[in-house]
């Protein structure tokens, strides 16, 4: 079973870490993806870059809509994702429990549908 | 077969039904992987079981009949939607991939089927009502609307609670298993509360006109001698224990009117000596364990009270002693207003004031009536009469139950 995990975090939370520190929580977080990825069961992961950076696009009546920023504004942000494939529910709360973030931020981890869109 | 032998083999299958249909449930949801199809394999094998028992006589082992019985009844049925219905394709699968004889493997396994049920109807990516429901529906056998009753909701709500549920089981593939040793305090914990807020809630019913609601008690502690039995954890005996000691005071705790009586001034002879002397017999066997609990600690509370012969003569320094205990394992505010209150029956109702009055500056209580109550009382027994009557008024704004507000105004009235 795919699940994507979908790691938040308060920004202010992160700009109250040092760089040393920030550092410190990436290596960890990316020794972590790595020994994941050789028990072949994280598929993809990346971190993002911050909110700022975002952009919304819609479409209504046929015009394409774009604006600056997130769809809707909260505390916490979307700082990355992982996507994993393991047995069930238990091993994706084991795996979020273990990633670095889950100790200042939150992962929630949402199931993939594997039977389209229906 | 005349009419007698048949009614005769009707009201065993109705035996075997109330004693037996959690347990073949519990291995049917293993073995077909999905609560739906279980639950309707269930209905199946018993719908066989009242054709076929009154004709061909009992089975010797009635249960592993009604679960290999379900169990084809469901692969049957399986196999017939699944030419029709894609997404059934993979259950059929998996149903048909399990080869071993049921029979068999069935007695090794049942103890286990049970507690996967409680862990999977636990499981702390469920939302809390949604477990007490879950747990209630599958675990205990309520029906939808006695669950809505038991907690005054909609029958409505409940089996949207309940089919949420078990969407989520399904679709975010919660694992139908006991948690493993490193994982079982945490998940133990959750199951051990939905049990005591099952019991709390008929105990002390939170909202509504009646004092308690005696079938959500009896509830809970069948479901804690359940996991007793199953999962001898000095927790599990502790709340069990707790409960039991609970519910002794229950004739006790309201009058004949419906009216509140506080424990100082329950008639002790209406307390259940049965109850009470089971629940102190699981304490000793639980305070034998080196590991002691918030569970344990407050059953040993419980069990301080039952042993006194009324309010003077109860040992209030043990429990002081023992809060003192529970607010190192578990501190909570609540616990420290307990706390407050023996200390005022130990040292005499000032110094409880003072400890109420600084958990009230505090602020996290606020908006709890039963400190604006305890409060009240003492400032009544030091004779600073508006105080209390303002506190009385404090506690009655927040009160949401009919009984408690009676009291708060009798006694408001007395002043």
Known sequence: MKYLCLIYVEEQILNGFSNQERVKISDEAMAYCDTLQKAGRLLVASPLHPVETATTVRVRASKTLTTDGPFAETKEQLGGFLMID?????????????????????????????DGCA | MNEKSLKQAQSTVEEIYRAESRRVLATLIRLLGDFDTAEEALHEAFMAATEQWPQNGIPTNPRAWLVSTGRFKAIDSIRRRARYDASLRELAKHSETITDDVQEQEDEHLQDDRLRLVFTCCHPALKPEARLALTLREVCGLTTEEIARAFLTKPATVAQRIVRAKNKIRDARIPYEVPTALELPARLDTVLHAIYLVFNEGYSASFGTALTRADLSGEAIRLGRLLTQLLPEPEVMGLLALMLLHESRRAARTSATGDLVLLEQQDRSLWNGELISEGIALLERTLAARRIGPYTLQAAIAAVHAEASDAARTDWAQIVALYDLLLQVEPSPIVELNRAVAVAMRDGPIKGLELIDALLMRGELTDYHLIHAARADLCRRIGKKEEACASYRNALALTKQEPERRFLERRLAAL
């Open chain 1, 86 to 114: 393991v047995p069930d529910l238990n091993d994706a709360i084991r795996i979020a429990a273990q990633f670095p973030v889950a100790r200042f931020g939150s992962v929630e981890i949402r199931p993939m549908k594997e």
